[in-house]
């Protein structure tokens, strides 16, 4: 168990619709990034917060966004649904601001568009 | 545009063979690279990491190769298990102030035949 959690498990809506996925860092970790599984992709990065801030963005579509709240959690939202949005959806978190480098990973969203 | 090149694709390798997954990146900026093992329906987990000032990396079974001059590194796992079939992720990150987000490669699945 990395400490990573993030909810839903899993989701399924139809397309054109707007999703909610979360995600709460280790205890300590103060940068959370977001990820995209997809089996012709492979895993590709969407964004980072720092301590409340976007410190990088990454292939992120302009229909999806995110944010970091003040207690370190965080939530993307991914709206107009396409089929092709159907994927693995990570969350990672590290200590960052010059401490150990390591990115620790959630268990994922798995998002299916119908 | 892939940052990350990993070869090869999937790796079939007896128990108590050793299994080597190979890396090549072009941009001499990043500054770490982990590695990822992956098992079904789950997140990434941090496998072993490495920094470019250093040859080689050994924990336990798992060995990083760098080469900086060829910009390649490779994952070496030595007597193999069944335990360890998993798909396996190489990475790199630049670095910090730029936001520590990881590039990674496509993924190897290895499969150890027992």
């Known amino acids: 168990d990395s400490g990573v959690t993030q909810t839903p498990k899993h989701l399924i809506t139809a397309t054109g619709q707007r999703v909610t996925l979360r995600c709460s860092p280790r205890s300590g970790d103060l940068s959370v990034y977001w990820y995209q599984q997809s089996l012709d992709q492979g895993l590709q990065f969407l964004i980072q917060y720092y301590n409340g801030e976007e410190r990088a963005k990454g292939n992120i579509l302009e229909r999806f966004s995110a944010q970091q709240f003040p207690d370190l959690h965080s939530e993307l939202n991914l709206s107009s649904l396409e089929l092709g949005d159907s994927a693995l959806y990570f969350c990672?978190?590290?200590?960052?601001?010059?401490?150990?480098?390591?990115?620790?990973f959630g268990p994922g969203t798995r998002l299916t568009v119908t | 545009q892939q940052q990350v090149k990993q070869s090869p694709q999937s790796l079939i390798v007896q128990k108590g063979g050793i299994s080597i997954i190979n890396c090549a990146y072009e941009n001499t900026a990043f500054d770490y690279f982990p590695w990822y093992q992956q098992f079904p329906g789950k997140g990434p987990a941090l496998l072993i990491a490495i920094r470019p000032d250093v040859s080689e990396k050994k924990e336990g079974r798992f060995t990083i190769s760098f080469n900086k001059s060829a910009k390649q590194f490779s994952l070496h796992i030595m007597d193999s298990q069944p335990g360890d079939s998993a798909t396996y992720f190489c990475?790199?990150?630049?670095?910090?102030?730029?936001?520590?987000?990881?590039?990674f490669g496509t993924g190897t699945s290895l499969t150890v035949i027992p």
């Open positions: 990672a978190s590290s200590v960052d601001a010059g401490g150990p480098r390591e990115q620790y």
């Open positions: 990475a790199a990150s630049l670095p910090v102030y730029t936001g520590n987000q990881f590039y």
